[in-house]
């Protein structure tokens, strides 16, 4: 007979492994902001633009079809085909609509979906330091460990190939990245991604590239991994709406890779998640046909902000390493002495600006902070006027 010990009365059981993961520094903050007047945000990373009114609208137009059901588990054929010729069209890049594609909720689904299909527990993912919050959480949720590569300022925070090489052992499996990057602004040059190719390939280790700012750079060219010497095969491509088109609450995004990857990541999806939202499946059709002024326009827009914001950090003596990419600057706080928690609060709480710790994106982003430009210029200046007289009153004797 089995013994059966009565659990304790009050005993909830929770994952070990889900114990041990700390919840995102950024939802933890931004909670405390919502219950504050009149902050100015410069904290979560997210347009501020409404998506653009004809996606919108072609969302607005299936409603009104009727179009309120479940899709096909990989997404709708006619946006698979859309996303395909896309691809084909900006990178030259061959994906089948029936095989290579999956359409999922937001990038953060491709993001698990890709860890929870190549990982078996301890397998290690090589990531850069800092990098984006969910990147070495979904490594650990997947059963994964991540270990992580520092980057700095020095090197216009790049994850250097012979950095990553020497951190690869037997259990190394893949490495995951993500330019233009979430904190940092940094864009790799094609020449440098390749050099991180050569490492893959002669590893035989899978690539995971992040390319949801991919649309969101200034003066310089967007390199797609998988068009790199042979890295189609080994690469599983993320990208999204969320940044480019304006469309976070949509929650719609992509992967794109080898058959065999695509159809596990599919399994998995299928018995989880079911399917992407129709309606904003919809609306990603339109974005990808006619979205492409759109994005041109708010990216200007967002040109124009970045220059400000550099100007103005540098200018009140937080020195800032010039962003390429994405929405974000990332100055360095070292000059106050604080750390970037004590920055973070003691600035929201004295000027009622909202900024994020560096720290919450990994040990090497301690000593600087995350500023999202992508709000109204009006918004920044007010926001760097405050953050001066924060900072002549903090500053180092
Ligand atoms: N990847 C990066 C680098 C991000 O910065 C974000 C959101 O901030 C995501 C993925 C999540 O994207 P999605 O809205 O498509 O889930």
């Given at each position: 007979?089995v013994?059966?010990t009565?659990?304790?009365?009050?005993?909830?059981?929770i994952?070990?492994?889900?114990k041990?993961?700390?919840p995102s520094?950024i939802?933890?903050?931004f909670?405390l902001i919502?219950s504050?007047e009149?902050v100015?945000?410069l904290?979560?990373?997210?347009?501020d633009?409404?998506?653009?009114?004809?996606?919108?609208?072609?969302?607005?137009?299936?409603l009104?079809k009727g179009?309120t059901?479940?899709?096909?588990n990989?997404?709708?054929?006619?946006l698979?085909?859309?996303?395909?010729?896309?691809l084909?069209?900006t990178h030259d890049?061959?994906?089948?609509?029936?095989?290579?594609?999956?359409?999922?909720?937001?990038?953060s689904?491709?993001?698990?979906?890709a860890?929870?299909?190549?990982?078996?527990p301890?397998?290690?993912?090589?990531?850069?330091d800092?990098?984006?919050?969910?990147?070495d959480?979904?490594v650990?949720?997947?059963?994964?460990?991540?270990v992580?590569?520092?980057?700095?300022?020095?090197n216009?925070?790049?994850?250097?190939a012979?950095?990553?090489e020497?951190?690869?052992t037997?259990?190394t499996?893949?490495?995951?990245i993500g330019y233009p990057?979430?904190?940092t602004?940094?864009?790799?040059?094609?020449?440098?991604?390749?050099?991180?190719?050569?490492?893959?390939?002669?590893?035989?280790?899978?690539?995971?590239?992040?390319?949801?700012?991919?649309?969101?750079?200034?003066?310089?060219?967007?390199?797609?991994f998988?068009?790199?010497?042979?890295m189609?095969e080994?690469?599983?491509?993320l990208n999204?709406f969320?940044?480019?088109?304006?469309?976070?609450?949509?929650?719609?995004?992509?992967?794109?890779?080898?058959k065999?990857?695509?159809?596990?990541?599919t399994?998995?999806?299928?018995y989880t998640?079911?399917?992407a939202?129709i309606?904003?499946?919809?609306?990603a059709?339109?974005?990808?046909?006619?979205?492409?002024?759109?994005?041109?326009?708010?990216?200007e827009d967002?040109?124009?902000?970045?220059?400000?914001i550099v100007?103005?950090l540098?200018?009140i003596?937080?020195?800032?390493?010039e962003?390429?990419g994405?929405?974000?600057?990332?100055?360095?706080?070292?000059?106050?002495?604080?750390?970037?928690?004590?920055?973070?609060?003691?600035l929201?709480?004295?000027?009622?600006?909202?900024?994020?710790?560096?720290?919450?994106?990994?040990k090497?982003g301690e000593?600087?902070?995350r500023?999202?430009?992508?709000?109204?210029?009006?918004?920044?200046e007010e926001?760097?006027?405050?953050?001066k007289?924060?900072?002549?009153?903090?500053?180092?004797?």
């Amino acid at each position: 007979m089995v013994i059966k010990t009565p659990r304790k009365k009050h005993h909830i059981p929770i994952s070990k492994r889900v114990k041990q993961v700390s919840p995102s520094g950024i939802r933890k903050f931004f909670d405390l902001i919502a219950s504050m007047e009149g902050v100015i945000s410069l904290g979560v990373g997210e347009p501020d633009y409404a998506t653009p009114w004809h996606i919108r609208e072609a969302a607005i137009f299936s409603l009104e079809k009727g179009h309120t059901m479940y899709t096909s588990n990989q997404g709708m054929p006619e946006l698979r085909q859309e996303l395909s010729r896309y691809l084909r069209q900006t990178h030259d890049l061959e994906y089948s609509p029936d095989t290579d594609l999956l359409i999922t909720v937001g990038v953060s689904e491709a993001l698990d979906l890709a860890m929870r299909a190549i990982l078996n527990p301890g397998d290690e993912v090589i990531i850069p330091d800092p990098c984006y919050v969910s990147y070495d959480a979904c490594v650990f949720l997947a059963g994964g460990t991540p270990v992580m590569v520092p980057t700095s300022e020095q090197n216009n925070f790049e994850v250097g190939a012979a950095d990553i090489e020497a951190r690869i052992t037997d259990k190394t499996r893949a490495i995951l990245i993500g330019y233009p990057a979430n904190p940092t602004g940094a864009v790799m040059s094609r020449e440098k991604l390749s050099q991180i190719a050569d490492v893959a390939r002669h590893y035989n280790l899978l690539v995971i590239s992040d390319e949801i700012y991919a649309k969101l750079v200034y003066g310089v060219e967007h390199t797609c991994f998988a068009t790199l010497l042979q890295m189609k095969e080994r690469t599983i491509l993320l990208n999204g709406f969320s940044k480019a088109y304006a469309m976070t609450g949509w929650r719609i995004g992509y992967a794109a890779a080898d058959k065999e990857i695509i159809a596990h990541m599919t399994k998995i999806h299928q018995y989880t998640m079911l399917c992407a939202p129709i309606m904003a499946q919809e609306a990603a059709i339109e974005a990808l046909k006619s979205g492409g002024n759109s994005v041109t326009e708010m990216v200007e827009d967002y040109n124009r902000r970045r220059m400000v914001i550099v100007k103005g950090l540098n200018d009140i003596g937080l020195s800032c390493f010039e962003p390429k990419g994405a929405f974000y600057a990332f100055p360095s706080i070292r000059s106050t002495g604080m750390t970037s928690g004590e920055f973070a609060e003691k600035l929201l709480m004295e000027e009622k600006v909202a900024v994020v710790h560096g720290s919450a994106f990994g040990k090497c982003g301690e000593g600087y902070i995350r500023c999202c430009y992508a709000t109204s210029l009006e918004d920044i200046e007010e926001a760097l006027s405050r953050m001066k007289r924060f900072v002549a009153k903090h500053r180092r004797a």
